[in-house]
């Protein structure tokens, strides 16, 4: 079983080409300080670094898109082990980038299928931590920790975090099934009356949907 995907350390993070970029240009600021102050002012030190972090983003987020892709396709093909060797690996190098963070949605998500619980849990959740910056991919992952607390049986913790992501995003299009898992937690930990009160949340703020006849064949069941 592969480990999880390590925040780098300082030491491994003192050839950053970040830094090494921000090193050079304030370098040359220092050199040539006394011209630049004169001519500019200060802050055009300032300006230096900030276009210098800019740059080195914008082609570290082009490059981790690039790479990207034909690990995005060992992920689609189904071979999810071979595709948690390559996103433990991308997901280090490019940590922090845009394709970073799909990578650990993938990640999460190929730890999933293989049943390895923790592992998803823990990338899901760095997903949503550190990155969330897409919506659709947050709030699957957001339900993805809370499937992964139904794969480790904590029933209760699951219930807690489907209730969180419909809370959050009433109106996101999966929410009423988030709901009817939620619900259907409660009826695992025995809480019928629990289960009953969310099925009703359903039919009444998702009337129309396939999910509000889920909801009625629900508390059928329940029978209280």
């Known amino acids: 079983m592969a480990n999880p995907k390590k925040k780098l350390t300082r030491k491994q993070m003192h050839h950053d080409p970040l830094l090494e970029k921000v090193t050079a240009v304030t370098d040359f600021a220092q050199e040539h300080s006394k011209r630049i102050s004169y001519i500019f002012g200060g802050a055009v030190v300032l300006a230096l670094i900030i276009w210098a972090v800019v740059s080195y983003r914008h082609n570290r987020n082009a490059e981790s898109i690039d790479k990207l892709v034909t690990i995005e396709q ?17 997901c280090t190098e490019y940590e922090g980038t845009t394709g970073g963070g799909i990578g650990t949605y993938y990640l999460a998500t ?25 919506e659709l991919y947050t709030v699957v992952s957001m339900a993805g920790i809370a499937s992964c607390l139904e794969g480790l049986n904590d029933y209760e ?12 995003y009433p109106d ?5 099934e988030y709901l009817l898992n939620q619900a259907r ?4 930990i025995n809480q019928p009356e629990k289960a009953k009160s969310v099925y009703e949340k359903i ?12 909801a009625k064949i629900g508390m059928d069941e329940l029978n209280i």
């Open 185 to 188: 937690c409660y009826r695992l």
């Open 110 to 134: 190929s730890y999933y299928n293989t049943d390895q619980f923790d592992f998803a849990k823990n990338n899901f959740e760095i997903y949503v931590n550190d990155y969330a910056d897409n």
């Open 157 to 168: 913790g699951a219930i807690e975090q489907w209730g969180k992501v419909a809370n959050q």
């Open 203 to 214: 039919a009444k703020d998702y009337p129309e949907s396939s999910y509000a006849r889920d």
């Open 74 to 90: 060992v992920f689609y093909s189904g071979d999810y082990k071979e595709a948690i060797r390559r996103l433990e690996k991308y």
């Open 172 to 176: 996101f299009y999966l929410t009423p």
